[in-house]
C-alpha cells in the first residue's frame, strides 16, 4: 500500500464506477481527496425558516415535506456568508410526486446562486461556486407543483480544489455501455409530462371522472380510477414530439369496464384495444409494429403498443366495455404510469414531472463499461461516430426487406443483450431451399466514400439454425467481402478474402456480437448489406418457423466497431465523450515522476495518424507546441499498433516505443522519468532502453512544470478504455514498474 500511498492522483474504473450521481458528468477519482468541513447546516428544525407558500412546506426532525399545488416555497437557514466558496450539497428525494427542487444562495440585492432544479427520487450531489454578495440565507426551494420528501442534507465547504474529471457528449442520448449487470445499457426517455398526474398536463374529452388515490399494481395509492360519463370518454396529452418509431405503455386494471385503448394520433392513427380480463390484444388497426400485456398481479396488465409515425400527434388512453367500442357512459377502469419513449418495446418506468424524465446512462454520464468476461469497469472514451442505418432494431420496418421473398421478420421474439424483449427473429419459410438473403432496401443503402474502411457488425443469437453470414460483396467492397459466423461455444468465424478484419464477441446468453470490416477501393455512394441464415454450413431449408435472433445492427466508417449506437428511424449519431483536463499545478511533482496507465486504445479513423490516450502538459494554451509528456498509439496495421512514450520540448521531441501491440487488448503500460532519462514499460517488459533527452537548451521538460492531465486534448485521436490511471511524483524503480504491468 505503501506505493499508493505515495502517489498524487489515483483513478480506478472500479473505483469511480457506481458512483454516478445527478452530477452525472462527474468521473470521480481516488485521489487527490477532497477536504470537507464539517457541517454548515444545522440539524435543529427551530433553525429552519419557511417562506413563500409557507403552508406547503414544512420540517420534522430535519425532515423537510414539500406540497406546492401551483405557488413557490422555500426553507432556508442563515449559514453565514459563503461568498465565493466551494460547496459540496448532498440531499436525497423521497416519495416524490412531481415538480422540481434546487438548493439556492441568496444575494444581498437580489438573484440567486444554487444547483440546477432536479426532480425525481434518489440521492443526489452537487460542486458548486456560492455566487458574490450572499446574504447568509440558504434554501432549499420547490417549484410550484414540487410534492416530495427532502432528507439527509448535507452543505459542507471544499477546502480543497475538486480533484474529479467531469464529461459531456453534447447533450444526446445514442450513447450505450456494457452495465455491471453485463447487460447493454442505454439512455432512456419519457417523452409524456406528469406520467402519473392525470388531471395536469393531460386534458379530457368527454369529460370522463378522474379519481386518484386508488391502489395501484405496485402497492401504493397512485393509481387512478377514470370513469365513462359520455361516449368516447378519454385523456389525452400532446407530446413535444413522438418519435418515428415508439412504444406507449400504461398500467391498467378492470373496473366495471373491461378495456383499455391505447392510440397515438398520427399520420395514419396506431390504435390497439386491450381485453384487461387476460391482457389479450382485442383490436388493431394503423401502423402497429407490436402489441404486449405483461401481468403484474391482482389484475393489473402493462399494455404497451409499438408503432410507426411520419409525424408526431397526440396520445389518448380511453377506458372502454367492449373491444373496438367507445361507446358507453358508464363503467371504470384504473390506470397508473403512463409512458411514451422511443423504440420498440417498454423499458422500466420512469416517472416525470413537468419536463420529461431521463434514466438508464444519461446524458454527459460517464460511461463505465464492463467486460463481457467479468471483472473492474473501464472508462468509455470514444471518438464521434454514426450507425449509418437507419433501423438497428426493427428489421421490419422501412429500410429492410426480403431480397428471396421468403423471409418473415417476427417483432419482439426474444430478450435481447439489453434485457429485454426486442429482438427480431427472421424466419425462412418452407418455399426456400437455397439460403435466404435479408437485406438494406436499395432506397435507403448507406452511403460509403473511396478510400475508407467501415464496420459491418450484429448481434445475432442461434434458434433453429446457428450459422449467420454478413455481406457487403460489391463493386465497391469486392466481390468477397463477407463473413460467416457459428453461434455456439465460444463462437467462430471464417472470412472472405476482402474482408480486411473480423471478430465475434460472445455477449452471453447465446448472444453474439459479429463485425467485419471492408475497405471501398472503387466507386463511392450506396452499398447493399445482406443477412443470410445458414444451418451447419449449408445454406438453411425453411420451414416458415426455423430462424436465428437478431439485434442491434451498425454500419459506421472506422477500422473496427463501437459501442452501439441504436437507430429508430434516422442514422443516428454519438458525440465524442469529451473528458474535462485536470489541474495537476498543486500535486507538487519534483523532477521526477510515473505515469500508469491500465486500459485498451484503438483507432479512430483511417487518416487520423495516431490515438492519444493520455498527455501530461506544463503549458496547455497550445496543444500542438506545448511542452508536454505523452503517450500515444500509432503505426495501426493488420490490428496491431506501436505505442510510444515521448517527451516534447520546445517542437523537439524524443520517446521510447513498443510495437506489436494488439489493437483493442488490454494493456497496462509504466513510463518513467527520473530527470534525465526515460523508461517504458509495457506489459511486463521494458518498451526500449533509456536515454537523454536533449534539445540543446534544456534537457528535458521536469515534471515540476505539468498543470494539466489531459485524456481529450485531441479529440479527433481518441479512442480507449481507460481502467486506471496513476501519477507519482517519483522515479518508480524497474522492479516496481514489472510489477504493475504485468498481465
Same mark, same amino acid.
Given at each position: ?94 416519495? +416524490? ?31 458548486? $461556486? ?11 426551494? #420547490?417549484?410550484? !407543483? ?82 365513462? !360519463? ?7 396529452? !400532446? ?15 378492470? #373496473? ?20 384487461? =380480463? ?49 361507446? %358507453? ?64 432494431? +426493427? ?10 421473398? %421468403? ?26 431451399? @437455397? ?86 477501393? #472503387?466507386? $463511392? ?18 420451414? %416458415? ?17 463501437? @459501442? ?20 495537476? @499545478? ?23 495518424? @495516431? ?39 520546445? %517542437? ?32 511486463? =517488459? ?58
Amino acid at each position: 500500500m505503501a506505493l499508493y500511498d505515495d502517489a498524487k492522483f489515483i483513478f480506478l474504473g472500479s473505483a469511480a464506477a457506481g458512483l454516478e450521481t445527478k452530477d452525472a458528468s462527474k468521473i470521480y477519482n481516488v485521489k487527490p481527496v477532497e477536504v470537507l468541513t464539517s457541517e454548515i447546516i444545522t440539524s435543529n428544525d427551530s433553525d429552519w425558516t419557511e417562506s413563500g407558500d409557507t403552508s406547503a412546506v414544512s420540517v420534522s426532525n430535519g425532515v423537510i415535506t414539500f406540497n406546492n399545488t401551483g405557488s413557490n416555497s422555500a426553507i432556508f437557514q442563515n449559514t453565514g456568508n459563503l461568498s465565493g466558496k466551494t460547496i459540496v450539497v448532498r440531499f436525497t428525494i423521497s416519495d +416524490y410526486q412531481e415538480g422540481t427542487v434546487g438548493f439556492s444562495f441568496f444575494a444581498v440585492n437580489s438573484g440567486t446562486s444554487g444547483t440546477n432544479q432536479v426532480q425525481g427520487n434518489g440521492n443526489y450531489s452537487f460542486t458548486l $461556486t456560492v455566487g458574490t454578495n450572499h446574504n447568509g440565507n440558504t434554501a432549499v426551494s #420547490g417549484g410550484p !407543483t414540487f410534492k416530495g420528501v427532502i432528507s439527509n442534507i448535507s452543505i459542507k465547504e471544499a477546502t480543497t480544489p475538486n480533484a474529479d474529471f467531469t464529461i459531456s457528449r453534447d447533450a444526446n442520448l445514442d450513447a450505450t455501455r456494457v452495465g455491471p449487470t453485463g447487460l447493454i445499457e442505454k439512455g432512456r426517455e419519457n417523452l409524456l409530462l406528469q406520467s402519473n398526474a392525470f388531471t395536469t398536463t393531460w386534458t379530457t374529452s368527454n369529460s370522463p371522472n378522474i379519481t386518484s388515490g386508488q391502489p395501484g399494481y405496485d402497492g401504493s395509492l397512485n393509481a387512478w380510477k377514470i370513469e365513462l !360519463t359520455a361516449n368516447f370518454g378519454q385523456i389525452e396529452q !400532446t407530446p413535444s414530439s413522438v418519435p418515428t418509431i415508439s412504444t406507449l405503455s400504461i398500467f391498467a386494471k378492470a #373496473g366495471t369496464a373491461g378495456f383499455v385503448r391505447l392510440r397515438i394520433d398520427a399520420d395514419t392513427n396506431a390504435i390497439a384495444d386491450f381485453d384487461l =380480463s387476460d391482457g389479450s390484444v382485442a383490436h388493431t388497426s394503423g401502423n402497429i409494429i407490436a402489441t404486449t400485456a405483461d401481468s403484474f398481479g391482482d389484475g393489473w396488465f402493462r399494455v404497451q403498443m409499438t408503432s410507426t409515425t411520419a409525424s408526431g400527434g397526440t396520445v389518448r388512453i380511453y377506458p372502454a366495455v367492449a373491444a373496438n367500442d367507445l361507446t %358507453g357512459t358508464s363503467g371504470f377502469i384504473y390506470v397508473q404510469d403512463s409512458q411514451l419513449e422511443v423504440g420498440i418495446a417498454a423499458t422500466d418506468v420512469i416517472t416525470t414531472g413537468t419536463s420529461t424524465g431521463l434514466a438508464g446512462l444519461k446524458e454527459d454520464e460517464p460511461r463505465f463499461d464492463y467486460p463481457l468476461a467479468g471483472g473492474a469497469p473501464s472508462l468509455l472514451i470514444e471518438p464521434e461516430r454514426a450507425n449509418l442505418i437507419t433501423v438497428s432494431e +426493427y428489421f421490419g420496418g422501412s429500410g429492410w426487406t426480403d431480397s428471396s421473398s %421468403g423471409v418473415t421478420v417476427v417483432n419482439n421474439d426474444a430478450v435481447s443483450p439489453e434485457g429485454i424483449k426486442n429482438a427480431a427473429k427472421l424466419v425462412i419459410d418452407n418455399t426456400i431451399s @437455397s439460403g435466404a438473403e435479408f437485406r438494406v432496401d436499395t432506397s435507403l443503402n448507406p452511403s460509403v466514400t473511396n478510400g475508407k474502411p467501415y464496420a459491418f457488425s450484429v448481434f445475432a443469437k442461434a434458434a433453429e439454425f446457428n450459422q449467420i453470414q454478413l455481406d457487403v460483396s460489391n463493386v465497391k467492397f469486392g466481390a468477397n467481402c463477407h463473413v460467416t459466423a457459428t453461434l455456439t461455444g465460444d463462437g467462430s468465424i471464417t472470412a472472405g478474402s476482402d474482408v480486411t478484419s473480423s471478430s465475434i464477441e460472445n455477449y452471453g446468453n447465446g448472444w453474439y456480437r459479429i463485425t467485419m470490416v471492408g475497405t471501398v477501393t #472503387g466507386s $463511392t455512394g450506396a452499398t447493399a448489406l445482406i443477412f443470410r441464415l445458414q444451418v451447419d454450413g449449408i445454406n438453411g431449408t425453411g420451414d %416458415g418457423s426455423k430462424g436465428i435472433h437478431v439485434y442491434g445492427a451498425q454500419f459506421e466508417e472506422g477500422s473496427r466497431s463501437t @459501442s452501439y449506437i441504436p437507430t429508430h428511424g434516422t442514422a443516428a449519431t454519438r458525440s465524442t465523450d469529451n473528458v474535462s483536463a485536470l489541474d495537476t @499545478s498543486g500535486f507538487s511533482f519534483g523532477t521526477t515522476c510515473t505515469i500508469f496507465f491500465e486500459g485498451s486504445i484503438g483507432q479512430f479513423n483511417p487518416g487520423a495518424s @495516431s490515438t492519444i490516450p493520455i498527455t501530461m502538459f506544463a503549458s496547455h494554451s497550445s496543444p500542438n507546441n506545448a511542452e508536454r509528456y505523452v503517450l500515444f498509439a500509432s503505426s495501426f496495421s493488420s490490428g496491431t499498433y506501436t505505442l510510444t512514450s515521448r517527451h516534447d520540448h520546445n %517542437g523537439n521531441t524524443v520517446g521510447v516505443s513498443k510495437s506489436g501491440l494488439t489493437e483493442g487488448a488490454r494493456v497496462k503500460v509504466a513510463a518513467v522519468f527520473n530527470g534525465t532519462s526515460q523508461k517504458f514499460f509495457v506489459n511486463g =517488459s521494458s518498451g526500449g532502453s533509456g536515454f537523454t533527452p536533449s534539445d540543446g537548451t534544456n534537457t528535458h521538460v521536469a515534471a515540476s512544470l505539468f498543470e494539466s492531465l489531459d485524456l481529450s486534448a485531441y479529440p479527433a485521436n481518441k479512442n480507449q478504455t481507460v481502467g486506471s490511471l496513476i501519477l507519482w511524483g517519483s522515479a518508480l524503480t524497474d522492479q516496481q514498474c514489472i510489477d504493475l504491468t504485468t498481465l
